[in-house]
């Protein structure tokens, strides 16, 4: 059988339960690319079984072996890093560079810290009379999206495997192609059969089947909130653990001593990257009244040079979806400085970028995920008015602060009700733990911390 007619289960391919398919659509041209099988309950429940007899012996692999198999996968990513670009440009749209550099190269750079971590990480350690045991947490069930589609199954599956944990990953279904081709890497890498494993398929079958299943001791969701609650509620219901990444409505907030061409330009390419389908955008971006006019002119130029160097959202859905808040912010009353509604392009799901100015802390656009190319732009009277605006919604993924000074930045930033702070531009750390205040989300990812998820202690007393 073809690789691409299964699902990846107990280390091979194995045909699908059911029949129904879905297609796969380059959000370009709008042309279905491909085909993979719609898993069902049955297909879910063989996987979950082959995690669960794989996991007695994957947990006891001593850490340094575990470490030398997550190298392995790093280096066959390495080696298929140009196929992993196509394939995400293929289906999720963004241009190809940018799938090179983040797409690609960003889950490599994931694995290799796993891979470090797993071969450094004390999973021992001593307290007066006792000896702590950090154990793997059991069978994870990963259940990811579409906006950083390799990413996200990564950042889940490696820190999982470092710590002993076998895996079941249910991939978005509009960017299942980069998972069929990781599960690939996995077989490569020879990682044990059993201890990863794919269905694809759509979220209420086969997600929901995932999570409700008995054998799966934690549920790690990334995607919306509705979907994150009700994967919360299912947990709560069995005493399953749970982790939460559930975007954001995050804040730049350009102090009055700050460069602000170079706040205001960063500002926008972070909105405009990857479609402004990053859960951790600064979609906000917060003005001194004395500046508000010059920013707003430097914003909608920066937006208008973008044009049509920004690729489509993902989908016919995401596309109406980011269009209808356009529509909402103009009828709220808010000023359009650049794009609007109208779709720049015939065919393909392309969304002008998008600057609303006088926006105000109430409107829809200043309060909701919109996960488009959307910027709302917001005037703030003193510091004091920019962090109650900056901590004023239910969100708390990331952030920025720009400041003349350093110190003053980072004040600010820790008066900031989020999980992750940009002072003056500051660079995506893999290292550093990534996830949400408030309703962003439970848990964290990357990292010590996120490796931490997937572990629990046993504690021997002597
Ligand atoms: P979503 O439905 O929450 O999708 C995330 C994942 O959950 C996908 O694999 C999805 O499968 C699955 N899923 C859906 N319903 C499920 C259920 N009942 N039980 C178990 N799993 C389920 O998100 P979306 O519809 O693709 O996007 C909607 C909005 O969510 C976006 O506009 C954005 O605001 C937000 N979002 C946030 C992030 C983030 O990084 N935090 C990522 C993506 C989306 P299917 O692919 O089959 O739906
Ligand atoms: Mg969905």
Not at 21 to 31: A, G, H, K, S
Not at 51 to 60: C, G, K, T, V
Not at 173 to 189: C, I, K, M, S, Y
Not at 300 to 327: F, L, M, W
Request: aromatic share 6%; glycine share 10%; proline share 5%.
């Amino acid at each position: 059988m073809k690789a691409h007619d299964g699902m990846y289960i107990g280390g091979a391919w194995r045909p699908a339960a059911g029949q129904d398919v879905i297609e796969v659509v380059n959000p370009v041209d709008e042309q279905v690319i491909g085909t993979v099988p719609a898993g069902t309950a049955a297909d879910v429940d063989n996987a979950v079984r082959a995690a669960r007899a794989a996991l007695p012996e994957w947990a006891a692999t001593p850490p340094a072996e575990r470490a030398a198999r997550l190298a392995a996968l790093r280096d066959v990513l390495t080696a298929r890093a140009d196929e992993i670009a196509e394939t995400v440009t293929a289906e999720l749209g963004s241009p190809l560079k940018f799938s090179q550099a983040v797409h690609a190269g960003v889950p490599i750079a994931v694995a290799g810290s796993y891979a470090e971590l797993a071969a450094t990480y004390a999973f021992e350690e001593k307290t007066g009379n006792s000896v702590v045991h950090e154990e793997p947490v059991g069978v994870v069930a990963a259940i990811t999206p579409w906006n950083y589609p390799l990413h996200q199954i990564v950042a889940k599956v490696a820190p999982a495997l470092a710590a002993g944990c076998t895996v079941v990953v249910k991939p978005a279904e509009d960017t299942p192609l980069v998972a069929r081709l990781f599960a690939g890497a996995v077989h490569e890498a020879g990682l044990p059969a059993g201890v990863f494993n794919l269905v694809t398929g759509l979220g209420p079958v086969a997600g929901q089947a995932l999570a409700e299943h008995p054998g799966v001791d934690l549920v790690s969701f990334t995607g919306s909130t509705a979907v994150g609650r009700q994967i919360a509620a299912i947990a709560a219901g069995q005493i399953k653990k749970v982790a939460l990444e559930l975007g954001g409505k995050s804040a730049n907030v350009i102090l009055p001593s700050a460069d602000l061409a170079k706040a205001v330009n960063v500002g926008v390419a972070n909105v405009m990257s990857n479609s402004g389908q990053t859960c951790s955008a600064w979609t906000r971006m917060l003005v001194h009244r004395d500046q508000y006019d010059e920013a707003v002119e430097l914003a909608a130029a920066a937006a208008a040079k973008y044009g049509d160097r920004i690729g489509p959202v993902v989908s016919a859905k995401q596309q109406d979806r980011v269009r209808g808040y356009i529509e909402k912010g103009v009828a709220e009353g808010a000023r359009l400085v650049a794009g609007g509604p109208e779709a720049p392009r015939e065919q393909g799901y392309f969304v002008s970028p998008t600057v609303f100015a006088d926006v105000t802390e109430d409107m829809t656009i200043a309060q909701e995920e919109i996960f488009g190319p959307v910027l709302s732009i917001l005037r703030y009277e003193d510091e004091e008015d920019a962090l109650r605006i900056a901590n004023g919604t239910v969100y708390g993924l990331a952030g920025a602060v720009w400041a003349g000074d350093e110190a003053e930045a980072v004040a600010f930033a820790r008066r900031m009700e989020t999980g992750q702070v940009d002072i003056n531009g500051g660079r995506f750390n893999p290292l550093a733990p990534f996830g949400g205040y408030k309703q962003s989300g439970v848990g964290r990812e990357l990292g010590v911390h996120g490796l931490a998820e997937y572990l629990q202690t046993k504690s021997l007393q002597f």
